[in-house]
C-alpha cells in the first residue's frame, strides 16, 4: 500500500519487511510484550475493567445533555443545552434582552451553524458579525423583510435571529428543516400570544408583575414561577415547553464579556 513503507516479497510471495524498514524498528526490550495483530501493530497495555452491579446502574450518570448548544447552567449546576440545529421546524421566543440573543448566535455559530440576523439596528450587530466565526462570515445581517432564502441542510444548518422590535412582521424565511428561527421580543407585546402559541420553546427574562400575570396566564405557568420573573438576575431565563420548566443561568465566557460586556436584562 502506498505510503506505508516499501516491501519485498520472499520467495513464497509473502511480503517481508525491507532492510531500512526493519532497521527503522527498535528491537524489543528482554521481557518485552512482543504480540502483534494484523494490521494494527504492537499491542497496547491493558488496564483493569471496571465492573457495576446491575442494583449499581441506577447511580450511573453522565454529565452531557443533548447535542447543541449549551445556553448555561440549570439550577443543580448542570450544563444546559439548546438544540437549535435540528431536522424538523424550530421556533424559539425569547422575552428578553438582546444580550441573551447574541450570546445564543455566538454559541450557534461556533458549532457551525450559519447565523442570520434580521435586525431593524444593525448598529448593535456589526461587532458581534465581523467577531464571530474567525473570518468567516459566519452571521450576516439582514433588513427586516429582507431576508433571502437560506439553503438550509443537514450540512450548513441555520439560525434565523428576528430582532425586529416589538411587533414583528410575519417574517419571509420561516422555519424549516434545518433552519431554526429565535424571535426577540424586548417585552410583552401584542404580538408575544401568537408568537408563544406557535414557538416549540418559549424563554423569559426579567419582566414586569403585570407581564408576569400576562405570561402566567397565557402559559399556565405555577404560581411560584409567575411571582419570581420580576426578581430574576441579569443572565437568567425561564426555558418552557409544553411538558417542561427550567431556570438557566447563562455566564458569559472571557471572550463574550470583552465582546458583549457583563449579562444584563436592559439594552
Same mark, same amino acid.
Given at each position: 500500500?502506498?505510503g506505508?513503507?516499501s516491501t519485498?516479497?520472499s520467495?513464497r510471495g509473502?511480503?517481508?519487511?525491507?532492510?531500512?524498514?526493519?532497521a527503522?524498528v527498535p528491537?524489543?526490550s528482554?521481557g518485552a510484550r512482543?504480540?502483534?495483530r494484523?494490521?494494527?501493530?504492537l499491542v497496547g497495555?491493558?488496564?483493569?475493567?471496571?465492573?457495576?452491579?446491575?442494583?449499581?446502574?441506577?447511580?450511573l450518570?453522565?454529565?452531557?445533555?443533548?447535542?447543541?448548544?449549551?445556553i448555561?447552567?440549570?439550577s443543580?449546576g448542570?450544563?444546559?443545552?439548546?438544540?437549535?440545529n435540528r431536522?424538523?421546524?424550530?421556533?424559539?421566543t425569547l422575552?428578553g434582552g /438582546?444580550?441573551?440573543?447574541q450570546?445564543l448566535?455566538?454559541?450557534?455559530a461556533?458549532?457551525?451553524a450559519r447565523?442570520?440576523?434580521?435586525?431593524?439596528?444593525?448598529?448593535v450587530?456589526?461587532?458581534?458579525a465581523?467577531?464571530?466565526?474567525g473570518?468567516?462570515?459566519?452571521?450576516?445581517?439582514?433588513?427586516v423583510?429582507?431576508?433571502?432564502?437560506?439553503?438550509?441542510?443537514a450540512?450548513?444548518?441555520?439560525?434565523?435571529?428576528?430582532?425586529?422590535?416589538m +411587533?414583528?412582521p410575519r417574517?419571509?424565511v420561516?422555519?424549516g428543516?434545518?433552519q431554526?428561527?429565535l424571535?426577540?421580543?424586548?417585552y410583552l407585546s401584542p404580538?408575544?400570544p401568537?408568537?408563544v402559541?406557535?414557538?416549540?420553546?418559549?424563554?423569559i427574562? +426579567?419582566?414586569s408583575p403585570?407581564e408576569?400575570?400576562?405570561?402566567? +396566564?397565557?402559559?399556565?405557568?405555577?404560581?411560584?414561577?409567575v411571582e419570581s420573573?420580576?426578581t /430574576?438576575?441579569d443572565?437568567?431565563?425561564?426555558?418552557c415547553?409544553? +411538558?417542561?420548566?427550567?431556570?438557566?443561568?447563562t455566564q458569559?465566557?472571557?471572550?463574550e464579556?470583552?465582546?458583549?460586556?457583563?449579562a444584563?436584562?436592559?439594552?
Open positions: 500500500m502506498r506505508v513503507g519485498r516479497r520467495a509473502s511480503a517481508a519487511p525491507s532492510a531500512a524498514a526493519s527503522a528491537a524489543p528482554p512482543t504480540s502483534v494484523g494490521g494494527f501493530g497495555p491493558r488496564r483493569e475493567r471496571h465492573v457495576l452491579q446491575a442494583a449499581e446502574l441506577d447511580a450518570a453522565l454529565p452531557i445533555g443533548d447535542d447543541g448548544v449549551v448555561g447552567v440549570d443543580g448542570r450544563p444546559a443545552v439548546l438544540g437549535v431536522p424538523t421546524p424550530y421556533e424559539v422575552i /438582546l444580550w441573551t440573543a450570546v448566535a455566538l454559541r450557534a461556533a458549532t457551525g447565523v442570520t440576523v434580521e435586525t431593524g439596528r444593525g448598529q450587530w456589526s461587532g458581534l465581523q467577531a464571530a466565526g473570518g468567516q462570515q459566519c452571521v450576516t445581517l439582514h433588513d423583510g429582507r431576508v433571502p432564502p437560506q439553503g438550509a441542510s450540512g450548513s444548518p441555520v439560525l434565523v435571529i428576528r430582532d425586529c422590535g +411587533r414583528p417574517g419571509r420561516a422555519a428543516p434545518w431554526s428561527v424571535t426577540l421580543l424586548p404580538a408575544a401568537r408568537l402559541r406557535n414557538a416549540s420553546l418559549v424563554g427574562q +426579567r419582566v403585570d408576569a400575570e400576562q405570561l402566567g +396566564r397565557l402559559m399556565r405557568l405555577p404560581a411560584a414561577a420573573l420580576p /430574576l438576575g443572565g437568567v431565563t425561564l426555558w415547553t409544553e +411538558r417542561d420548566r427550567q431556570f438557566v443561568m458569559p465566557t472571557d471572550a464579556t470583552g465582546l458583549l460586556g457583563p444584563r436584562r436592559i439594552d
